[in-house]
């Protein structure tokens, strides 16, 4: 008896392969088996491999969860501050708590969580202290509020992480999503940097020397319940010299929460990669440390289904840009749609919208 294959488990991961092959005009589709022959059908449509899109698919935990985000100012003030960070959301990492924000409580199977941590080495990266002194701080002192550091990611890596430019991947698929009346006169975000979640205020620096005075009306948000909220995100800045383009801290956000989600893709291939990192052999420069390093050897993978944040009060508004960011980013779609299948066939129910896949806890000062 020829042997069965074994049937693939819901974090592993596969390569989707497109089912349908394109057929002759005025025809309907053909559904041929992958590794079915030619012959089998007259009307096969012969194509290049390269032709055929693919998407490889990542292994997923069922939540990632954002043990902090750090600025170097953070690490100036000592363990203490460190160690006071991690008392205050340690008991929001309990098991039991992170097993019902996935929603694995009903599939009655252990849950598979991961947690991570952000470093900023992009902003002022002459003032960060070196990975051979933040790294034990920062695992110390989780570890003396029972809290383990699965992987540690630097901020830089988010704008390049060494083969793929992500964060101008990601500005290429904005999609801005325009508001009611919109008549092309603003230029497009790819050209301003700005982006917004509605129509912007009209502008009266500009009139007619015979004309009459154009009334101001408010800002509006797209599809506002009853008044708007109404954001206008700044994602970047041009800046002289070398330096050329410098992201804002909400766009690498918004990429940063689109890894751990495992939806960046390019040309259909994952950039996430995570390299162990042994402690006692740490890089002396941040450059040269990983875009995300595996800090513990069996930790659970790091992208996940959903993400859950806990952070400090001050990045409530970076995170609302997030999610402005994230509703208007045009994601690869057989990527969004192969978590939503793999979560469902772990009796698992996933939103379709990135945006919604994320959940936060903001601890004031």
Not at 134 to 139: A, G, Q, R, S, T
Not at 279 to 297: C, E
Not at 332 to 348: H, I, K, Q, Y
Request: proline share 12%.
């Amino acid at each position: 008896m020829e042997p069965q294959p074994s049937e693939p488990q819901p974090n592993e991961p596969q390569l989707l392969e497109p089912q349908l092959l394109e057929s002759l005009p005025g025809q309907p589709p053909l559904a041929v088996p992958a590794a079915a022959p030619a012959a089998l059908s007259p009307r096969a449509v012969f194509r290049e491999t390269s032709a055929a899109g693919r998407t490889v698919e990542v292994p997923l935990a069922q939540l990632s969860v954002e043990l902090g985000h750090f600025y170097p100012e953070d690490f100036h003030d000592g363990a203490g501050a460190l160690a006071a960070h991690f008392r205050r959301i340690a008991p929001w990492a309990e098991h039991s708590s992170l097993g019902a924000l996935a929603g694995a409580g009903a599939a009655g199977r252990p849950t598979r969580v991961s947690t991570c941590l952000l470093v900023d080495d992009y902003s002022e990266p002459d003032t960060l202290p070196p990975p051979g002194v933040v790294l034990p701080e920062l695992i110390a002192a989780a570890g003396a509020h029972g809290l383990v550091i699965d992987y540690i990611a630097r901020e830089s890596a988010c704008v390049e992480n060494g083969r793929v430019p992500l964060a101008r991947l990601v500005e290429k698929a904005l999609i801005p999503d325009p508001p009611y009346g919109t008549n092309g006169s603003r230029p497009p975000v790819h050209e301003t940097g700005w982006l917004c979640n509605g129509s912007r205020s009209a502008s009266t620096a500009e009139v007619p020397a015979m004309g009459g005075r154009t009334p101001w009306h408010p800002p509006a948000e797209n599809a506002a319940r009853r008044h708007s909220v109404f954001l206008d995100a700044e994602l970047w800045t041009e800046e002289p010299g070398p330096e050329g383009r410098l992201w804002s801290c909400s766009f690498l956000a918004a990429v940063w929460q689109l890894l751990r989600l495992g939806l960046l893709r390019a040309r259909g291939e994952t950039v996430v990669n995570p390299v162990p990192v042994d402690l006692t052999d740490l890089p002396a420069r941040w450059a040269d440390f990983p875009a995300i390093g595996r800090m513990t050897p069996r930790a659970a993978p790091f992208c996940a289904y959903r993400t859950f944040s806990a952070l400090g009060a001050t990045y409530l508004p970076v995170e609302h840009a997030v999610r402005v960011i994230l509703g208007q980013v045009g994601i690869d779609p057989a990527a969004l749609a192969s978590t939503v299948r793999r979560a469902a066939e772990e009796g698992l129910t996933v939103p379709a919208e990135p945006a919604d896949r994320l959940t936060y806890l903001f601890l004031s000062r």
